[in-house]
């Protein structure tokens, strides 16, 4: 009898574990359709940064994710976001910091909350017992981790199962590498988004067709290459949105000192390029002393409401008939080598191409 009511009761237990894996199964099941059916990245952040804590009964859910370039933080920008999401969504430049957190097996990790430990992966300081970070690998890169926070100190223990966490984690990689992808395609096009000029793409269509016609009207074209300097400092020091800002008005003082016929385009982070048509070298040398002058003396005014200074290196090269600048490549090289020059003879500085 006594058996027959152990074997009844281990039953029991076995079917409210059955039937409590099956709601799990569920819940996840459905959480991780509507990631995939989010249509872009601000859908799948509310998903994530909302959603995901009610769904799963969590004290705190957070995303870390590595943005070297600012992309990420550039696209949330883009769109209003909501205040809450602030202490929700952590962006770092640093590989290394997020790598801390998994190294070396990145593993999915349960662990008891220590504040000294992990209270940069969760700023709104709730109160916490235990955690789960998973980390989030995208083409066998680290992009990021999900941290996940409950006030029970037992709801994530090593001895517990990660399976639909990692399945969780893939899904969740994928899906914010495909939004990202996506707003990007749309931000593409020819402009720059930041600064409102032309990209890169537009330059090098745009050169070839200037080249073209230079050599048919046998005409000089001259192309600064321009290059902030230290710019990497004025992030570091007053943080990317203050560099952000520096790009723009450069690029607006740029565009100010040109003729219609010129063509300006944001080259790369913090370079810049200019085709100047029916210039000789002696004029690009003259322009590009002027907006060198002209950047040094400004105050950028950086959202903190403080100026800041910066400056920047040119170097100009032109194409002429009976020079060995004469396509696009030698051209591109020849003002590339030149701002190398710039930078390597101090900076603040117009070096041309010989
Ligand atoms: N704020 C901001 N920073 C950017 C952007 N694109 C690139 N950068 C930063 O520009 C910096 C360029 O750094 P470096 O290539 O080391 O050059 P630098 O500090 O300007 O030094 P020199 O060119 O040698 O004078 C990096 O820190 C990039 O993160 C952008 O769109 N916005």
Not at 328 to 351: E, H, I, M
């Amino acid at each position: 009898m006594q058996d027959i009511a152990t074997l009844q009761a281990r039953l029991d237990e076995l079917l409210r574990i059955a039937k409590s894996n099956e709601r799990k199964q569920t819940n996840f099941q459905e959480y991780e359709l509507a990631l995939l059916a989010s249509n872009n990245l601000h859908e799948l952040l509310g998903i994530v940064l909302e959603e995901h804590k009610e769904r799963f009964q969590l004290t705190d859910v957070t995303l870390l994710l590595h943005d070297p370039e600012y992309e990420f933080q550039r696209l949330v920008e883009a769109q209003p976001v909501k205040s809450s999401w602030l202490d929700k969504l952590i962006f770092t430049e640093s590989a290394h910091l997020l790598n801390q957190y998994f190294s070396p097996l990145r593993k999915t990790r349960l662990i008891r909350y220590s504040p000294h430990q992990h209270a940069f992966l969760f700023p709104d300081q709730a109160e916490l017992g235990s955690i789960a970070l998973l980390p989030l690998i995208r083409h066998n890169v680290l992009i990021g981790s999900l941290n996940l926070g409950s006030r029970n100190p037992n709801r994530f223990e090593s001895n517990i199962g990660t399976q639909f966490l990692e399945h969780l984690a893939a899904v969740m990689s994928a899906c914010l590498e495909n939004a990202r992808l996506h707003e990007h395609i749309k931000l593409v096009g020819l402009r720059d988004p930041l600064t409102g000029i032309n990209n890169r793409r537009f330059f090098d269509q745009r050169i070839s067709e200037e080249v073209s016609r230079a050599k048919r009207i046998n005409s000089p074209l001259s192309c600064l290459f321009i290059d902030l300097d230290f710019f990497k400092r004025i992030n570091d020091h007053y943080g990317h949105q203050a560099g952000d800002a520096v790009l723009k008005q450069v690029s607006q003082l740029l565009n100010d000192r040109l003729r219609n016929s010129d063509v300006l385009a944001r080259y790369g982070g913090e370079e810049f390029v200019i085709l100047l048509a029916d210039t000789s070298a002696e004029d690009a040398g003259l322009i590009a002393e002027q907006i060198r002058h002209r950047v040094e003396k400004t105050d950028f005014t950086i959202p903190s409401g403080k100026m800041i200074h910066a400056t920047l290196s040119i170097g100009t090269a032109t194409l002429a008939q009976h020079s060995h600048i004469h396509d696009t490549k030698s051209l591109v090289a020849a003002a590339d080598q030149a701002v190398y020059a710039a930078k390597l003879s101090g900076r603040n500085q117009v070096k041309q191409a010989r």
